[in-house]
């Protein structure tokens, strides 16, 4: 049963289930500090174009809003500027701006924006 509570659990468990609903399934590389990259695939992602309101000097229009749950994604977190998001069809985008969302001291959502 899903958790509903408002708890971090909760949130994590209701992002889960929102995303395996209606996510897509994306690859997502992290790169050390040397360049030595580090994969995940079947990570579920929802990944929308950014709204016109959002597009401002520094975003443009081939950017996109993309959230990750914290479930199951500990070996590519965190993740920074220059990771890459792989779509299903191959098409590659670039972490521009990462932010983790805690509540209190727990992980419960990535939200980035990336371009590509």
């Known amino acids: ?18 995303l395996a ?8 590389t992290k790169y050390a500090d040397d360049g030595t990259p580090t994969s995940l695939t079947g990570v ?7 709204k016109p309101e959002e597009l401002i000097a520094s975003i443009d229009q081939s950017q996109f809003k993309v959230v990750l749950s914290p479930t199951g994604n500990s070996t590519v977190l965190p993740l920074r500027k220059g990771d890459k ?22 992980l419960v959502r990535i939200n980035l924006t990336v371009a590509g």
Do not use: C, H, W
Request: neutral net charge; proline residues 5%; aromatic residues 4%.
């Open 1 to 18: 049963m899903l958790d509903l509570s408002d708890t971090p659990a909760g949130m994590i468990a209701r992002l889960d289930n929102s």
């Open 21 to 28: 609903r209606r996510g897509e399934t994306v690859s997502v």
């Open 44 to 50: 579920r992602a929802s990944v929308r174009p950014s």
């Open 85 to 106: 998001i792989t779509r299903a069809e191959g098409k590659q985008l670039n972490v521009e701006f990462p932010a983790s969302i805690y509540v209190g001291d727990t």
